[in-house]
T-cell receptor, first 113, second 114 residues
C-alpha cells in the first residue's frame, strides 16, 4: 500500500522569500507519479506540479520546483519569491500501480506581508 | 470549458435521509473519483470508476453507493445519512495517457448531517 507523509502541519514565510514543504512517501511500485496540489480558502484543488518517478530531472513550474530524492523517497516542494496568493493548504500525493491517488494530510502555508 | 461540475454546493440533511451528489465532466475522461475531506485532513477515496459500467471501492466506501452509466456522469448516493458523513465531497476525473495524468477536481459539495 502507498503512504504519503507530510510532517509539517503548518509553515510560514515572508513575502518574496523562499519556503520548502516536505513530503515523504512509501511505495513498492517501480512506476509511479508524485503530485503537489494547492487548496486555497476557496476550497478548489489546484495542481501545482507533477513528477514522473522514472525521470531524474526535478520538475519545475515557474516559481515552484521540487527536490525529488528517489532513494530517500522524498518529494519536497520549493516555492520561490512567495506571494500572498500562495497562502493555502498544500497536499502531496502519490499514484502508482492502480488508479488510486493517495494524499498526505497537508501543510498549511501562511504568507506574511 | 466547464471541466468537472458538482451539484449541489451546499446541503444540510437530517439523520436517516438520503440524497445523491451529482458529478459530471465534459473532458471525455474515462476515470472518475469521489473523495471526502474531513476538517484538517487530506482527501480520502470513497469510490472510483475506470469507465462506464465499472466501479470499485476506495478507502472509505461504507454508507455510499455509486453508478457509472455514462462517461460523463458519476453520481454518489448516500443512504441513511449519519453525522459521520458530514464532510466536504470532491469529484475528480482524469485520463490515462502516457502515465497517470493529474486529476481535475470539481469545486466540492459541503454536506452537513444534523
Amino acid at each position: 500500500a502507498q503512504t504519503v507523509t507530510q510532517s509539517q502541519p503548518e509553515m510560514s514565510v515572508q513575502e518574496a522569500e523562499t519556503v520548502t514543504l516536505s513530503c515523504t512517501y512509501d511505495t513498492s511500485e517501480s512506476d509511479y507519479y508524485l503530485f503537489w496540489y494547492k487548496q486555497p480558502p476557496s476550497r478548489q484543488m489546484i495542481l501545482v506540479i507533477r513528477q514522473e518517478a522514472y525521470k531524474q530531472q526535478n520538475a519545475t513550474e515557474n516559481r515552484f520546483s521540487v527536490n525529488f530524492q528517489k532513494a530517500a523517497k522524498s518529494f519536497s516542494l520549493k516555492i520561490s519569491d512567495s506571494q500572498l496568493g500562495d497562502a493555502a493548504m498544500y497536499f502531496c500525493a502519490s499514484q502508482g500501480g492502480s488508479e488510486k491517488l493517495v494524499f498526505g494530510k497537508g501543510t498549511k502555508l501562511t504568507v506574511n506581508p | 470549458n466547464a471541466g468537472v461540475t458538482q451539484t449541489p454546493k451546499f446541503r444540510i440533511l437530517k439523520i436517516g435521509q438520503s440524497m445523491t451528489l451529482q458529478c459530471t465532466q465534459d473532458m471525455n475522461h474515462n476515470y472518475m473519483y469521489w473523495y471526502r475531506q474531513d476538517p484538517g485532513m487530506g482527501l480520502k477515496l470513497i469510490y472510483y470508476s475506470v469507465g462506464a459500467g465499472i466501479t470499485d471501492k476506495g478507502e472509505v466506501p461504507n454508507g455510499y453507493n455509486v453508478s457509472r452509466s455514462t462517461t460523463e456522469d458519476f453520481p454518489l448516493r448516500l443512504e441513511l445519512a449519519a453525522p459521520s458523513q458530514t464532510s466536504v465531497y470532491f469529484c475528480a476525473s482524469s485520463i490515462r495517457d502516457r502515465g497517470y495524468q493529474p486529476q481535475h477536481f470539481g469545486d466540492g459539495t459541503r454536506l452537513s448531517i444534523l
